[in-house]
């Protein structure tokens, strides 16, 4: 399914859906920062999804990053809660949704970056080469937020 991303843009379709998200900045010991490239963007990202019916937000965030990117990751704190209502997702199928992600800040303890269905590219990124990279300024404020130690962002 594709999607077209709307960041503050006047032309954005009104949202129909809110659908809780989450994920996990996960940061190693080199102090890099586990990115994906989205299949259907070609954008980078921290790996995050679609909370599912019975699941916490914190388990969510946990599963999808292994899922997205096959590392395992433990929660080590809260780097913010991102509603902003000019963040819109347009998907194919008709669904136009609202941004309302939970993103934590974690570490790897196992696994290996693997490519899979959502990501044709997962790795470790230096924080002096995200720069070279193409991010969604969604993902780069959250990154600054870490980065700024301005967390938790509550908005």
């Excluded at 996990?24 to 299949?39: A, P, S, T, W």
């Excluded at 780097?79 to 347009?90: D, E, Q």
């Excluded at 696994?111 to 720069?131: F, K, M, Q, T, Y």
Aim: one cysteine or more; glycine letters at 12%; charged letters at 25%.
């Amino acid at each position: 399914m594709g999607r077209t991303e709307y960041y503050d843009d006047p032309r954005a379709p009104r949202p129909n859906s809110l659908v809780p998200a989450s994920g996990i900045l996960v940061v190693n010991e080199d102090g890099e920062i586990l990115m994906q490239r989205r299949r259907d963007t070609g954008q980078w990202a921290i790996p995050m999804g679609k909370q599912e019916l019975g699941e916490s937000s914190g388990a969510c965030a946990v599963r999808e990053t292994e899922e997205e990117t096959g590392i395992l990751a433990e929660i080590t704190g809260l780097l913010g809660v991102y509603s902003n209502p000019h963040h819109i997702v347009a998907y194919s199928d008709g669904e136009i949704r609202q941004q309302y992600e939970v993103i934590y800040i974690g570490r790897p303890f196992g696994g290996a970056p693997r490519i899979n269905d959502e990501a044709d590219g997962v790795r470790w990124i230096g924080l002096s080469d995200l720069g070279s990279y193409d991010i969604h300024p969604s993902i780069h404020e959250q990154i600054g937020h870490f980065l700024s130690g301005s967390y938790p962002y509550l908005g």
